[in-house]
């Protein structure tokens, strides 16, 4: 079993910043992909960043050059910088964890951008 626990997120400006952490604890296999992915109202589940242990990332196209995911293997966190926020930012992002046939997620925090 793996929990995860995020913080960051709140109310951010167009054109702002915003950084969200989420902390992994429990059964953490070293062999791990970790990434965040949000939901606005009406829409499905999209990928916003995933990165690997090995230091590998993906990123969706609507965050390509304004996000930034990064992770702490020694701690098991993985964070994501949001800059040049727009309002279609705003979502419910959620934490992932995915290792062998694994695959947990956070219990989502609340991203508001206004305009």
């Known amino acids: 079993q793996v929990r995860l626990v995020e913080s960051g997120g709140g109310l951010g400006q167009s054109g702002g910043s915003l950084r969200l952490s989420c902390a992994a604890s429990?059964?953490?296999?070293?062999?791990?992909?970790m990434g965040w992915y949000r939901q606005a109202l009406g829409k499905r589940r999209e990928l916003v960043a995933t990165?690997?242990?090995?230091?590998?990332?993906n990123y969706g196209d609507s965050v390509k050059g304004r996000f930034t995911i990064f992770r702490d293997n020694t701690k098991n966190t993985v964070s994501l910088q949001m800059n040049s926020l727009k309002p279609d930012d705003t979502a419910v992002y959620y934490c992932?964890?995915?290792?062998?046939?694994?695959?947990?997620w956070g219990q989502g925090t609340q991203v508001t951008v206004s305009s």
């Open positions: 990165i690997t242990s090995g230091g590998s990332t």
């Open positions: 429990g059964s953490i296999f070293s062999d791990n992909t």
């Open positions: 992932n964890y995915r290792a062998r046939f694994y695959d947990y």
